[in-house]
C-alpha cells in the first residue's frame, strides 16, 4: 500500500505542475501557443472546468477556480503521503490537513492583497502619478478592502487614502498572524480526533 501511495502522490504532483503552467501560459494565450499548449490543455482543462462551473469563484477580474482546485489537489497529496508514511489516515487528520490547505490558500490571498497595499501605499507616500493603469488596477482590486474598512473599521469618518491604506494594512497583517495561529491550534486539536 505505501509503494501505491507513493506513487499516486507522484502523479498529483506532477498534474499539480501540469495545471500551474496551464494557468501561467492562460495569461499569454495567443495563436503561437501550438500543439503544446493544446495538449496541456486537453490533460488540464477538463478537471480545472468542474471549478470553473462554480460561478462564485470569479469575480469580474480575477477567477479563483484554479487556486481552489489545486487546494484539492494539494489536500489529496497530503492525505496519499500521510497514508504512504505511516499505512493509514484517520478522519481527524484529513480535517486538520483540509483546515491547513484552506488557510494555506486563503493567507495567501491576504499576503497578496497585503504586498498590493503596501505597494499602494508607498505609491501615496512618494506621491505618484495614480492615473496610470497600474495604480487604477491595484486601486482595483484593493477596493472591496478598502471599502470595508473604511466602513466598518474607521466608521466612515473622513480620513485621506493614505490612512485607509495604512489601517487595511495593519488589519491584513493582525488576520494573517493572529488566523496562522488559530488554524495551527485548530489544525493540531483536529489531528487528535481518533476515528
Excluded at 54 to 70: C, G
Excluded at 125 to 134: A, D, G, K, T, Y
Excluded at 158 to 175: E, F, H, Q, S
Amino acid at each position: 500500500m505505501p509503494v501505491v501511495m507513493h506513487v499516486v502522490s507522484a502523479l498529483i504532483s506532477i498534474y499539480m505542475i501540469l495545471i500551474f503552467v496551464r494557468v501561467l501560459l492562460s495569461w499569454f494565450q495567443g495563436p503561437s501557443m501550438g500543439r503544446p499548449f493544446y495538449l496541456l490543455a486537453q490533460a488540464t482543462d477538463p478537471y480545472l472546468n468542474l471549478f470553473r462551473r462554480l460561478t462564485f469563484l470569479r469575480t469580474e477580474r480575477i477567477d479563483f477556480s484554479p487556486i481552489v482546485a489545486l487546494i484539492v489537489l494539494v489536500i489529496l497529496l497530503n492525505v496519499t503521503q500521510t497514508i504512504a508514511s505511516f499505512g493509514t489516515i484517520t478522519f481527524g487528520i484529513v480535517l486538520a490537513l483540509v483546515i491547513q490547505a484552506l488557510w494555506s490558500a486563503l493567507s495567501f490571498i491576504l499576503i497578496f492583497l497585503l504586498v498590493l497595499d503596501a505597494i499602494r501605499l508607498i505609491g501615496e507616500v512618494v506621491n505618484v502619478n495614480s492615473i496610470s493603469p497600474f495604480w487604477h488596477t491595484l486601486d482595483i482590486i484593493l477596493q472591496p478592502v478598502l471599502v470595508w474598512t473604511g466602513k466598518v473599521i474607521l466608521r466612515s469618518r473622513p480620513v485621506t487614502y493614505r490612512t485607509v491604506l495604512i489601517v487595511a494594512g495593519v488589519l491584513l497583517l493582525a488576520v494573517v498572524l493572529v488566523g496562522g495561529w488559530i488554524i495551527q491550534r485548530l489544525a493540531g486539536l483536529a489531528g487528535m480526533i481518533p476515528f
